[in-house]
């Protein structure tokens, strides 16, 4: 058990540490909170790293399909946590009426992706705190600590080199220098990036938050908690989310189930119509 | 008009079928005599999206780490694979490159086109399979009638499908024949020439690596499965082509100024 609590608490000095050098490096700083379990764990970081008051903006983007459970747990601790609150949302997305019903792909792009464009430009953010971990999704699992995003927003490895000599590489690599077991991170990535995504909580795992959120006690949206043998395991967008069997109705009872189930996180997301399509394809053929 | 390098990727294309039907294909039967070619042995695993992946980016599959087209019921993406790819290479070194249909991820992936093909690549009709043959030719034709490009690869994906399901009947040459036209159309356009599969094609339970299992989840029975014996056709091609990271090398060099 206290080897346990040592480990927690292992993550937890890491992730602080990439909060407050955060803080330090970068004069606007925003953390974005979904509301769902990794971004509140992240949020309680934060409040540990700057002993109870977050000194950035709090982002939630609200592409106004979320549950009614997340919503009233945002308004709740909002004020409970005394957070500097910016929601993000895009309301060209409303006028032109993008719905998930019509193209779930399209919705995501305007209701997410381009209401935190809007954001970013509005408040210039130069960094923004996220709660992903690198045993979510393959692609999660290349991403770095201090991770630049250029102006199309697009994740940068490297840039071309100017001023090349006989025998150069033709490009610089701009994330190879993260020293990570010495606590050095690469902050600088020049004028040709947009801003700069902070991960503080990639290396921890999805039993890790769910443990340390035991550990702390730290309040999570009801969604989590089966109700009728069912629970959700990620939560978004009520038409983009759908519960997955089991009878965890409180932690730690989610933490014993998660020690032995097989099925993936994310299973319950939805997918697009299209993707739908192709994954009959590649099941029919065997591929799945 | 013209690309100074062709490259065209034949999924799941064997010699088994090729030559004991020689004379019904009259493209492969001349590029047989007028052309370099051989039968690659594959030393990775006979998997299309690792196998497609190491060919254009010159990497083993542990090092791409592109193993599955769907990782945790999610479609992986270009974005999902952290590697530079030879149309990006040669793009940063203002190499004029197009690519199309690149089986590497589903639906495959297009580079500076703007394509969207029948069957998404996993075409399990046969209005899907010619609509691929069709479309994806009459662009490539298109294209290389319109433009001098450095580079040019483009892929058909059909016959690995067709061969899945109908392993050992006679749709599956009907459609060699249609690749076949399809291979006389492309190749005038290219200078020099590079035909490959990424794996060659048996029957089920005769090859060393089983990568599919016999029924599918759907009920099907598959017929055919992968086998480690690839196709590759050269022409003007100075590099030794050994497996499948050799592509990559051998497009390379051909550019190497």
């Known amino acids: ?288 | 008009m013209s690309a100074k390098l062709l490259v065209i990727g034949i999924d799941a294309a064997t010699w088994t079928v090729i030559d004991k039907n020689i004379d019904s294909l009259p493209t492969f039967k001349k590029l047989k005599k007028e052309a370099k070619n051989k039968a690659l042995i594959l030393d990775q695993k006979p998997y299309s999206a690792p196998c497609w992946t190491s060919m254009f980016t010159g990497l083993k599959e542990e090092e791409h780490k592109h193993h599955e087209f769907v990782v945790d019921n999610i479609l992986q993406t270009r974005e999902d694979i952290n590697a530079n790819f030879i149309w990006d290479i040669l793009t940063r070194r203002k190499k004029k490159v197009k690519a199309l249909n690149i089986p590497f991820i589903v639906p495959p992936y297009n580079f500076n086109i703007d394509f969207k093909v029948p069957g998404a690549g996993v075409g399990t009709t046969t209005k899907e399979w010619n609509g691929e043959i069709k479309e994806v030719t009459k662009k490539s034709v298109e294209i290389l009638r319109k433009e001098d490009l450095d580079l040019f690869i483009v892929c058909y994906t059909i016959l690995d499908k067709i061969q899945h399901l109908h392993w050992g009947e006679e749709i599956v040459l009907e459609y060699y024949k249609k690749i076949d036209s399809a291979i006389r159309e492309l190749t005038p356009h290219g200078e020099k020439l590079i035909i490959i599969s990424d794996h060659g094609f048996c029957s089920f339970g005769e090859a060393r690596v089983q990568t599919l299992p016999r029924k599918t989840k759907t009920g099907k029975e598959l017929k055919g499965d992968h086998h480690e014996e690839a196709i590759l056709i050269t022409k003007g091609i100075n590099t030794n082509i050994n497996n499948l990271r050799d592509v990559f090398k051998a497009i390379k060099n051909e550019f190497r100024n």
């Open chain 1, 1 to 288: 058990m206290n080897s346990e609590i040592n480990h927690l608490r292992e993550l937890e000095n890491k992730s602080i540490y990439i909060i407050r050098e955060a803080h330090k490096k970068f004069k606007k700083v925003g953390v974005l909170w979904s509301i769902g379990k990794d971004s509140t764990t992240l949020l309680w970081l934060c409040k540990k790293a700057f002993y109870g008051k977050i000194p950035f903006k709090v982002i939630h983007i609200d592409t106004g399909y979320k549950f009614k459970e997340i919503y009233e747990f945002r308004n709740k601790y909002t004020k409970e946590w005394d957070l500097d609150l910016v929601i993000a949302k895009n309301e060209d997305a409303d006028k032109k009426g993008i719905t998930p019903e019509k193209d779930h792909f399209e919705c995501c792009n305007a209701r997410k992706t381009e209401a935190l464009k809007q954001c970013i430009k509005k408040h210039d953010f130069e960094a923004l705190l996220l709660g992903i971990r690198r045993d979510e999704h393959g692609i999660r699992d290349k991403e770095r600590y201090f991770s630049p995003r250029d102006k199309q927003f697009k994740w940068n490895i490297v840039k071309e080199k100017q001023n090349k000599q006989e025998g150069d590489s033709d490009f610089i690599a701009m994330q190879d220098t993260e020293f990570d077991a010495w606590g050095i991170y690469a902050t600088d990535f020049g004028p040709e990036n947009n801003h700069v995504r902070i991960h503080p909580m990639l290396h921890w795992t999805e039993l890790e938050i769910w443990k340390y959120i035991q550990k702390e006690n730290i309040p999570m949206v009801s969604l989590y908690l089966a109700k009728n043998k069912k629970r959700y395991r990620s939560i978004g967008c009520e038409c983009c989310c759908k519960p997955v069997d089991s009878e965890s109705d409180d932690i730690n009872k989610i933490v014993e189930e998660l020690k032995t189930t097989k099925i993936s996180e994310r299973t319950g997301r939805v997918q697009n119509k299209e993707n739908h399509d192709i994954m009959q394809k590649l099941r029919h053929l065997g591929y799945m």
